[in-house]
């Protein structure tokens, strides 16, 4: 039998009733699992392609550079400093962050998503570049993040709700932003499959993404 004295009694009991006060406004820190195998390839969460430190930003407008390439090595070749070379979906990506219109040597100029709702640019930053796979109705957790993020389709539909309403976009190539802060639920939507990446910046010291239950979406995503 173990004892214990009223004194340690009280105080376990004090703990206990302001945990049961706390109010349950984040569920967790969300970690993003390395994508390893299928994972991000095949239906499930999204996995994270590659984490990039960036130092301190530009003050001019910033834009998600978007290309493929033939080869690992041909994009490695043409990399600029802060650039990600990352192999998804049965080709080649390099992922980089700068002015709008830039080519590389080799490479196939798919997209500049943006200007990125970056607001406040003092201090260091830096990339995660996640990937995702989703079947027609699959959502992500609700959730928000530190800095905006920026999404960009391979294929299907999505969906973005967040308290400002919902952002609707369909077909290879689409993108979507959204700024740092309101939490959101995103949605493949339509009748073909959802693949696509997403890029989160954020301060460094600070969690690029974290789980919320103080908001509930209001279903405004379409069915189909």
Known sequence: ????????????????????????????????????????????PACLVAH?????????????????????EAAEHAKPQHGVVAQAFGRVWLF????????????VHLADVGPLPVGTVQGNFSAEYLKSTFTPG???PVHVHSGPEAFYAVSGGSCLETPDGAQVARGAGHSLLVRQGPPMLLMAIGQDTRQGFALILHGDGSPPTTLTSAWTPKGLCPKD
């Open 1 to 44: 039998m173990i004892w214990i004295s009223p004194k340690a009694l009280a105080g376990i009991l004090g703990a206990l009733a302001l945990v049961a006060m706390t109010p349950l406004t984040a569920n967790a820190q969300a970690t993003s699992r390395t994508c390893s195998g299928q994972a991000g390839e095949t239906p499930g």
């Open 52 to 72: 990039q430190e960036l130092g301190a930003l530009p003050q001019t407008p910033l834009y998600w550079n978007i290309y493929t390439f033939a080869d690992v």
């Open 96 to 107: 980089d962050l700068g002015a709008k219109g830039r080519q590389l040597e080799g490479g």
């Open 138 to 140: 699959m959502t992500a």
